[in-house]
């Protein structure tokens, strides 16, 4: 079990130098100067350009630029911001817990609504639940997000009114934060009112991001259903008499969930990586967006720091999901 | 009274206008404490019709009998929760492939006290004692240690074991054995098969074996039917069929035997197979492989009818010197 841990930490670093390496030179292949876009309209002139060149290391070789990097990152340090001179890592930090907040609830929202889905159809295979509940997910999986939650904004939010459009807490509030998670901190705050709003600023990012995941566990779910439920010990489990749902709930599903649990972890891992586009429509101030606008006016490193930080993240979740299988599956336990 | 009465008994798949009959108007009764051999080559019905009796087939299978009744009790007509009150309990049944029979996710002990759980209950501690007892009844060497072992584990014979411990867990009157040692090697055949008749004569259990082994059967069984594309042909008490077989294809499958086989150079076979869906003789079934079959077998669906002592579905059962009986053309 140790041994198997250490080997998957020694699998992090050669990842982590990829992705330093890929992020750093790619950022440098878009066309778009930052000293530039810092300036603005009123552009700079030749003397001052030089100075800020000399002063952001951009008069030295890539390599060269590099290396600092790495020498930073390794210290912990991953830069300061072009645009508002912070530590990349505060503003990280700052930020991150919008983003985690999104993510438990849209993966909470796929798993809810997705692993029922799928059992349900696995048991009615061929029938019309089947079909219906596949088309669903079909529609749902295809359904480009930006356009989805347009349509969400505009019949729940416009036209019946039900929930905000955008944010994450009503203007009528101002909540301190202390764990950066909208829904804990209004509960903390006890202002009346708060944390219902927070909820329904929720809703709608939550469900734009989670159709997509919801569409993937319900089909794996279906899918790994039906083989399990196929089984020879499905058929003993009824022979000994049990009741339909302890067949299903218990043998059936136990076995299914195994392949069900990696699609499940590398959801969480892309939808920690910022839910890009539900966070920029909802205007969820969130690392999404926060790496949008750092793009749009090459702040690198800010890019590099949010790239570098969420590769962590999608490698440490993909641990944990590894380490999980071992719950639910004896055979992977046994084995190390 | 009869333990298992079956009468009609009749299993279809596919669309209700043109169904398949994977088992054809099928009646047998079971004993109490008795052996029953079920015999015939894959696709003869054996397994369908004791998935039949232990009511696991599912839609769209369709099951139909005139009569299906354990111990007095019809079947066919109770609710599912009290067929299931039965089945597991009193009907147990076990299965082809033991590494298979088993779920790999939970402990042998786990597997064994829940079938005990549902039908008897008990403290967490009776539970696992019986469990003990069981392990040790089905003779697993080291039994305390393999209760918390997990199917993958094991090895076949020993997975097999468990597989028969847990069916007999509630001491069931009948045990349904499904090929019990087709996925096994020849050394453990035997022992899974003494371990099986041990069982069934210590708690005076009726035991349906079924298998494609006629040398098995012939030791084993108190009676023996042979059954062929879903219908029974022939049933009679071991040693008469194995002596005397009165239907043709008996005959032929004995004569396939390889200990039969001795002087000529290639093993007797039956020619032809099965027939399934689609090229189903419209007389007697057996017809286009019987080298007795004439043009009245061909067109007309012969009637089990008793004769020297058997049950044959044949026009011309044969003699004691294996000839047909009656046969003009």
Known sequence: ?336 | MALLEIQNLTVEFGSEDKPFRAVDTVSYHVDRGEVLGIVGESGSGKSVSSLAIMGLIDYPGRVTADRLSFDGQDLLKMSARRRRQITGKDIAMIFQDPMSSLNPCFTVEAQIMEALKVHEGGSKRQLRDRTMELLNQVGIPDAKSRMTAYPHQLSGGMSQRIVIAMAIACNPRLLVADEPTTALDVTIQAQIIDLLLKLQEDSDMALILITHDLALVSEAADRIQVMYAGQLFESAPSEGLFDKPRHPYTQALLEALPERSEGHHRLRTIPGVVPGQYDRPQGCLLAPRCRYANDRCVSEQPAITAFGGHDVRCFYPLDDQGQPTGRTA
């Open chain 1, 1 to 336: 079990m140790l041994g198997f841990l250490l080997r998957r930490l020694g699998d992090i670093i050669p990842t982590f130098f990829g992705v330093t390496l890929l992020v750093f030179f790619l950022i440098r292949l878009i066309p778009g100067d930052p000293i530039l876009m810092m300036a603005g309209e009123r552009g700079v002139d030749a003397v001052r350009y030089a100075e800020l060149q000399a002063q952001y290391g951009f008069d030295q070789p890539v390599i060269v630029q590099y290396y600092h990097y790495l020498v930073g990152v390794f210290q912990g340090d991953l830069g300061r911001s072009f645009v508002t001179k912070k530590p990349v890592f505060e503003e990280f930090m700052t930020l991150f817990p919008a983003t985690v907040e999104l993510s438990i609830m849209g993966i909470l929202f796929a798993v809810i609504i997705g692993l029922p889905l799928g059992v349900i159809a696995a048991i009615k295979r061929g029938t019309i639940v089947d079909h219906t509940t596949m088309t669903i997910s079909l529609t749902g999986y295809s359904m480009p997000i930006f356009w989805w939650a347009l349509l969400l904004i505009m019949f729940f939010s416009t036209t019946l009114g039900w929930t905000p459009v955008s944010g994450r807490l009503s203007i009528f509030y101002y909540i301190e934060p202390v764990t950066g998670f909208m829904l804990i901190d209004t509960l903390i705050s006890g202002e009346k009112g708060a944390f219902v709003s927070a909820l329904r600023h929720l809703i709608l990012p939550t469900i734009a991001l989670g159709t997509i995941p919801m569409a993937v566990i319900a089909r794996m779910t279906r899918s790994s259903m039906l083989e399990v439920l196929g089984e020879d010990y499905i058929r003993v489990a009824r022979a000994k008499g049990l009741a339909p749902m302890r067949v299903i709930m218990v043998h059936a599903l136990r076995n299914a969930l195994i392949p069900v649990i990696t699609v499940i972890g590398l959801q969480v891992g892309v939808l920690l990586a910022g839910a890009i586009l539900t966070e920029t429509i909802f205007s969820w101030p969130g690392i999404g967006k926060w790496i949008v606008e750092a793009l749009g006016r090459r702040d690198y490193p800010t890019i590099q720091g949010g790239i570098l930080m969420i590769a962590f993240l999608m490698m440490s979740v993909n641990l944990l999901v590894d380490l999980l299988y071992g719950v639910i599956n004896p055979r992977i336990r046994h084995r190390r």
